[in-house]
């Protein structure tokens, strides 16, 4: 009883401290994968990565990576970027959460000649349950330049960006 009260109680602290990935720099908290990174691939163009946790959504991971791009541009003296390439891929997992399914299996099967094999599966023993987590990374091929490029729709001013997207940027904790 003791040992269930305390990793229940574990458990609730663990989930306590898991939040969305914050805006920051890839491997900044402890090492972490999540985050933005980006590679310079000529002088003006760059590729840049947003990575999210996942309880990071779609749509927070994307706004991240626009915020990257506009914030690289302003840093590198531009004033405007194009987005020559964008996408955003998904990684789903399924995981078994009962720690039990792996050793009391239990499973009969058995052979009806019209209709094949059937499986039964014990409700006591095979209740099986899971937890199904979703990952975003969004990856984007950035032209800088002075001027529009007249590319449309993508086609970003790098000040406008920061300024609309700014308040929705949730920075990593200090402390």
Avoid: K
């Amino acid at each position: 009883m003791r040992i269930t009260a305390t990793l229940m109680l574990a458990g609730v602290l663990l989930a306590a401290c898991a939040t969305p990935t914050p805006y920051q720099p890839a491997g900044q908290a402890g090492g972490s994968a999540y985050g933005y990174s980006e590679q310079a691939i000529e002088r003006d163009r760059y590729r840049i990565t947003f990575a999210g946790n996942s309880l990071t959504d779609r749509e927070t991971v994307e706004t991240y990576l626009l915020y990257r791009a506009a914030e690289l541009t302003h840093e590198r003296g531009y004033e405007h970027f194009t987005v020559v390439q964008r996408a955003t891929d998904e990684e789903t997992r399924r995981y078994n959460t009962d720690p039990f399914y792996s050793r009391f299996y239990v499973d009969y099967r058995y052979f009806h000649p019209r209709y094949g094999w059937y499986g039964w599966h014990d409700p006591f023993w095979n209740d099986r349950r899971y937890r199904e987590t979703t990952r975003y990374e969004a990856a984007a091929e950035i032209v800088m330049g002075r001027s529009r490029s007249g590319n449309g729709a993508n086609d970003f001013n790098a000040s406008e960006v920061l300024r609309n997207l700014g308040p929705d940027i949730v920075r990593p904790e200090v402390g």
